[in-house]
C-alpha cells in the first residue's frame, strides 16, 4: 500500500477505500465514491465556517499559526514591512517577485496615473448622507466603479484584469480620502502625482489651504509599513469572499466590494474600529480585571484578541507595536494605549486565554496608533481595505487562471421537512411560524 493514503472502512457495508493524501489533504471529491447503495449519493464532509477545508492551491502567502509564522511570497513579513515599500510589496504578491529598481519605478507610476475618479463618481459620492459611514461609502462607490468601467466584465482577457488591478490599487485611496472628506464636510482633494502612495493619501484626507501638502515622514512611513503588514493574509473571511463571487465571473469591483463588505464586519476588518470603543468604555488602566471578568463570564469578547489561523502572537501585532513606538515619538503617548497594554497584560497571564491559545491579533494596537496619525474611528476599517484591495486582486487572479476552480457552490445537510402536503389558505390555523432566535 503506497504510504501517503488513507483507508477508510464504511462499517455500514464493510468495503475499504484507499483514498490519495496529497499536500496533508484528502480531496473531499474522493469520498463520494463511498456509498451503501446506487441511490446513495455518496460521503461529504460537514465544515460549517470551514475550519478544516482547503478551498484553493495557492502560492501568495504563507501562514504557520502555531509558530506565528506569515510571508508573503516565501519572505517574511518582518522583513518585507523592514525594507520595502507597499508598493513594492503590492507589486511582489501580484507578480510573485520583487520588482527591480525599473520596474518598481514604472509600477508606481502606472499606479500614481490611476488614482483620479471621474467626475461622475464624485457627484455619485456627494449623494450620500452626510452621516454615512465612510466604509459603506467605500464598498458601494467600488461596486459603482463597475458602471465606469463596463470592460471590467471581461474577466478572461489578461490585459483587461490588470488594467482593472491597477486602477482599483490606484483609486482605493482616493475614495477612501473622499469619504472622509464627505463625511466631515470639507471639500474633496484631489490626487498630487508628486507624492508617494501613502503622502498622497494623507494630503487627499488633510489638505487644507496650504497650496502644497507635505506629510509627515514618520506617519507616512509608519502607515505605508501598515499597508505592508494589510496587504494580505490567504483564506480569511473577505478573501474568501472575494474569490467566490469572481468565481461566479463577476467584475473585480463588484468582487472587491462584496469582499471590503466582508471586510467591514466586527469579527473581521471591523475589529479595529471595535477595539478603540472597547478601550474608551474601560476607561482606565485600573477597570482592567473588571473587564477581563467580564468576557470570562461570557459578556462579550476581547476585540482585537483571538484568531482562527493564529494560535501564537500575531506577528504582524509585533511589528505594529513597534511602529506605534515611533508614531508616538512624534505625536506623543495616547491614554488608550496604558489600557490596552494592561490589557494584553493580564489577559496573557489568564488562564482562560492562555488555555484558549488567545493573542492580541493585527487589529489590537493598529486603531490605537490609527487615532494618534489623527484619524477618526470610523476610517480604521477603511484604512484596512486599501491594502488588502491588492491581496483580494492577487487571489481573485490566482483563481481566474487556476483550472482547478470552479464556481464556488458548496453543499447542504437537509435538515428540513419532508415534502409536505399543500394547505389553502382558509384552512390554515394559527402558524408555529417564528425567526429563529
Ligand atoms: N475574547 C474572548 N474569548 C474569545 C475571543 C475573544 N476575542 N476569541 C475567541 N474566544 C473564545 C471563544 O469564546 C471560544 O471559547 P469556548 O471554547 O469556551 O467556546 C474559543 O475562544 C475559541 O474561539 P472561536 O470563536 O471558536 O474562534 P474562531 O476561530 O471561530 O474566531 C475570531 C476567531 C477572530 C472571530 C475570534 O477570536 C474573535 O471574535 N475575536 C474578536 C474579534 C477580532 O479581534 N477580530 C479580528 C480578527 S484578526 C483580523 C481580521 O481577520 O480581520
Redesign the pocket.
Known sequence: MPLDTLTITDNRTGQIYTLPIENGTIRAIDLRKIKTGHDDFGLMTYDP?F?NTASCRSAITYIDGDKGILRYRGYPIEVLAEHCTYLEVAYLLLFGELPTQSELKTWVFEITHHTMLHETTKKFMEGFRDFAHPMAMLVSTVAALSTVYPDAKNVHDPDTRLLQIKRLIGKMPSIAAMSYRHMVGFPYVYPDNDLTYTENFMNMLWKMVEPKYVANPVIARALDILFVLHAD?EQ???TNTMRAVGSAQADPYLATASAASA?SG???????E??LRMLDEIGSKNNVPAYIKK??E?K??????????YKNY?PRAKIIKWAADQVFEVTGRNARLEIALELERIALEDD??VQ?K?YP????YSGIMYQAMGFKPEMFTVL?AIPRTVGWLTQWQEMIVDPEQKIARPRQIWIGHDTREFVPMEKRGKTEAVLQK
Open positions: 465556517a475550519t493574509h480569511n473571511c473577505s471586510l466586527p469579527l473581521h476588518g471591523g475589529a479595529n471595535e477595539v468576557i470570562k461570557g462579550g469578547k476581547l476585540m482585537g484578541f483571538g484568531h482562527r489561523v500575531d482562560y486565554f484558549r488567545l491579533n493585527v487589529d489590537f484596512f
